[in-house]
C-alpha cells in the first residue's frame, strides 16, 4: 500500500499478546499490505493480500470510498448511489437490499422495486418467512421459487393468477380443487343435455307461435301476417290481446339468466343465500359458462398448446357442437314425421267383414287408397 500507517494495538494482561488492527480506506482493489517492526530489526517484516471491495446492493456511496449499509425502511439495488431510497408502496424494507412484498402485492423478483397489487389478494399469501430467506439467498432470490413463495397454496404464476395441479379456475384469478374427472364429466353432460333441452323448447315454441300468428288467410289458403300500425307496432289479433307467450317469457327467462352469471362474476362476497342459488344457475349454463366447473382439470397442461388457449377454444366451440347437435336432432324429427305422414297417407280406413262359411271364413280387408284386396286367416271363437 502506498504510504505507512501506524497499527492500534490493544495488549492483553493475561497473556500479552497484542492485538493489532488497521482500518483502510482506499478505492477498490488488490493490495499487499506489509506489517514490519522498525525497532527490532531481526523481525523481518511479513506481507499479506488485502482486497477492498466495492459496494454492494444494500449499500450506498454518500462518501467516496466508503460504503454505508441501508437501514431498516430504506433500500438499495444499486450500489453507485449516493442516498437509500424510501420502502416503495406494497413493500417491506427490513434494511439492505431486502424488498419484500406485503401479503396482496406481487414482485416479479428481488432484484425489483416495482410492486405489483394483486387482482386477488387472498392469493398473494405466500410464506413470509420463506420469502425472506429466499431474498437473502444470492441463489434462491433469482430463482423462479422466489415468485412461487409469494403465492398461497394453489396459485402460481404471474400475480399469482394461474392455478397449480390439482386446482381449476371458475372464476377469474380463483382456483378451486379439482373434481372428480368423473364428476366433472357427468356434471357436463347433464349440463348439455339441460342446456341443449330448453334451446329446443324455446325453438319449437317460437315456431308454433309464428305458425298461429296469422291474422287471415287468402282464398289460396296461404297465411298473411300479422301487419305492423303506422307507429310500426306489431297488430295483434283481438283473440291475443293480452296474451303472454311462451316463448317470449322463455327468452325474458335466458336473457335474465345471463345477466346473473355476468353479477356472479363479480369478486363479491356473496351471502349464501344468494351464492347458491348462483351456482345452480352456474350448474345449469355449465357448457357454456366457465365459472362453474373447472374444465382446466381435464385439460393437459403439458401439451404443446397452453391451458388457457385450450380452455377457450373449448367454450368457443361449445355453441357451434350445439348447434350441430340441435339441427341432427331436428332433421331426425322431420325424417321421422315425413315417414310417419306417408304410411298415414296409405293407409286411410278399411273395411272388415266376415264371409261366409263357403269362403273359408276368410276376412277381408278393403284398401280404400289401393285397388288391390289382401286377406289374413282368423280362427273364429
Not at 306489431?234 to 325474458?252: F, M
Not at 280406413?349 to 289401393?370: E, K, W
Amino acid at each position: 500500500m502506498d504510504g505507512s500507517q501506524s497499527l492500534g494495538s490493544n495488549t492483553s494482561d493475561a497473556t500479552g499478546v497484542a492485538l493489532l488492527f488497521l482500518r483502510v480506506r482506499k478505492p477498490p482493489g488488490h493490495y499487499v499490505v506489509s506489517v514490519a517492526l522498525p525497532e527490532h530489526v531481526i523481525v523481518k517484516p511479513v506481507n499479506f493480500s488485502l482486497l477492498v471491495r466495492g459496494c454492494v446492493p444494500g449499500e450506498v456511496s454518500p462518501i467516496p470510498d466508503t460504503c454505508e449499509e441501508c437501514i431498516p425502511g430504506f433500500y438499495s439495488l444499486d450500489p453507485t448511489q449516493l442516498l437509500c431510497s424510501p420502502c416503495p408502496t406494497g413493500a417491506k424494507c427490513s434494511g439492505g437490499s431486502a424488498l419484500n412484498p406485503l401479503p396482496g402485492w406481487w414482485q416479479s423478483s428481488a432484484t425489483s422495486a416495482q410492486m405489483h397489487r394483486c387482482p386477488n389478494a387472498a392469493a398473494c399469501q405466500g410464506d413470509s418467512d420463506a420469502l425472506r430467506a429466499c431474498s437473502e439467498d444470492a441463489a434462491c432470490r433469482l430463482s423462479p421459487s422466489y415468485t412461487s413463495l409469494q403465492c398461497s397454496p394453489a396459485y402460481g404464476g404471474h400475480v399469482c393468477g394461474a392455478c397449480v395441479d390439482g386446482f381449476g379456475a371458475t372464476k377469474p384469478f380463483h382456483c378451486r380443487p379439482c373434481l372428480r374427472p368423473a364428476v366433472i364429466i357427468g356434471l357436463y353432460v347433464a349440463g348439455f343435455l339441460l342446456l341443449l333441452a330448453s334451446i329446443k323448447l324455446l325453438c319449437h315454441c317460437t315456431l308454433a307461435e309464428n305458425a298461429s300468428s296469422c291474422t287471415t288467410h287468402s282464398t289460396q289458403g296461404e297465411c298473411i301476417p300479422m301487419q305492423d300500425d303506422a307507429g310500426g307496432r306489431t297488430v295483434q289479433p283481438k283473440g291475443d290481446a293480452g296474451k303472454q307467450h311462451v316463448s317470449v317469457l322463455l327468452k325474458c327467462l335466458v336473457l335474465y339468466s345471463q345477466w346473473m352469471l355476468l353479477v356472479a362474476s363479480m369478486n363479491i362476497d356473496w351471502p349464501s343465500s344468494i351464492l347458491y342459488p348462483l351456482q345452480v344457475l352456474g350448474w345449469f349454463w355449465a357448457p357454456a359458462n366457465p365459472e362453474t366447473i373447472a374444465i382446466d382439470c381435464l385439460l393437459s397442461s403439458s401439451a404443446v398448446v397452453p391451458v388457457a388457449v385450450q380452455r377457450v377454444v373449448f367454450y368457443i366451440s361449445m355453441p357451434v357442437v350445439m348447434l350441430a347437435v340441435l339441427l341432427l336432432l331436428e332433421a331426425t324429427a322431420t325424417a321421422c314425421k315425413a315417414v310417419y305422414e306417408t304410411s298415414k297417407a296409405n293407409v286411410t280406413a278399411c273395411t272388415f267383414h266376415r264371409n261366409s262359411a263357403a269362403d273359408g271364413g276368410a276376412l277381408y280387408v278393403y284398401d280404400r287408397g289401393h285397388a288391390d284386396v289382401s286377406s289374413c286367416s282368423f280362427t273364429a271363437n
